[in-house]
């Protein structure tokens, strides 16, 4: 199916205790597509195709898992979730993951929920840290992109965001925030907070 690089996995199935490095997908999920994780790494996987989501993860659930340089293939074109896509994720780390071409999104995590989880130093053209993403309780720390480094069209409750960077809405972009702190964030243009 040209998706899941690493692992494809029925909706049921689940993996334990694995890294999952290196991997390339044409479509959906370098590194994994579907399943459940369990303290697993994911890490220096990609998708190439178009289009195309997930360069970590794609339709996943994960917990206690770190997602950690995951990237999207340089296309000039719409692809989106450099580090997971479509995902949900509890008490993870997205870290250093990127879609940085125009119009990609979601450099951490893009159409995701996450929940505890710390997402920091990912980057992309919207959503540095997460796009059109529902997050609860995380921390949303050092991201960078265009329009919102720290996320941009989320809906944020109890998070914390700080020290991201972007163009237009250095801490957030179009976004919701419920009970949230927001410190040392940067914009060039509008927005720092």
Same mark, same amino acid.
């Given at each position: ?5 690493g ?8 993996? *334990?205790?694995?890294?999952?490095? @290196?991997? %390339?997908?044409v479509?959906? +999920? +370098?590194?994994?597509?579907? +399943?459940? /994780?369990?303290?697993?790494? /994911? ?9 195309? =989501?997930?360069?970590? &993860?794609?339709?996943?659930? %994960? !917990?206690?898992?770190? &997602?950690? *340089?995951?990237?999207?293939?340089? /296309?000039p ?30 450099g ?16 992309? /053209? !919207? ?6 993403? #529902? ?5 949303? *720390?050092?991201?960078?992109?265009? !329009? @919102? ?31 949230? %702190? #927001?410190?040392?964030? =940067?914009?060039? !243009?509008?927005?720092?907070?």
């Amino acid at each position: 199916e040209l998706s899941g690089g690493g692992v494809w996995c029925e909706p049921n199935g689940a993996v *334990s205790n694995c890294v999952v490095a @290196g991997n %390339l997908a044409v479509y959906y +999920g +370098g590194g994994a597509y579907q +399943g459940t /994780f369990y303290n697993c790494v /994911f890490t220096n996987n990609s998708v190439l195709g178009y289009p195309s =989501q997930g360069g970590g &993860v794609f339709g996943c659930t %994960l !917990y206690n898992c770190i &997602v950690i *340089s995951n990237s999207l293939f340089p /296309f000039p074109a719409r692809v989106n979730g450099g580090g997971v896509s479509q995902s949900t994720l509890y008490n993870c780390i997205l870290t250093g993951n990127s879609a940085n071409q125009p119009w990609n999104t979601g450099g951490g995590a893009n159409l995701s929920t996450l929940y505890d989880c710390t997402v920091s130093g990912n980057s992309g /053209f !919207y959503g540095g840290g997460a796009n059109q993403s #529902i997050l609860y309780g995380c921390t949303v *720390s050092s991201n960078s992109a265009a !329009y @919102g480094g720290g996320g941009s069209s989320n809906t944020f409750w109890n998070c914390v965001l700080t020290e991201n960077y972007a163009g237009h809405g250095g801490g957030a972009y179009a976004s919701t925030l419920h009970n949230c %702190l #927001i410190t040392s964030n =940067q914009a060039f !243009y509008n927005g720092g907070g």
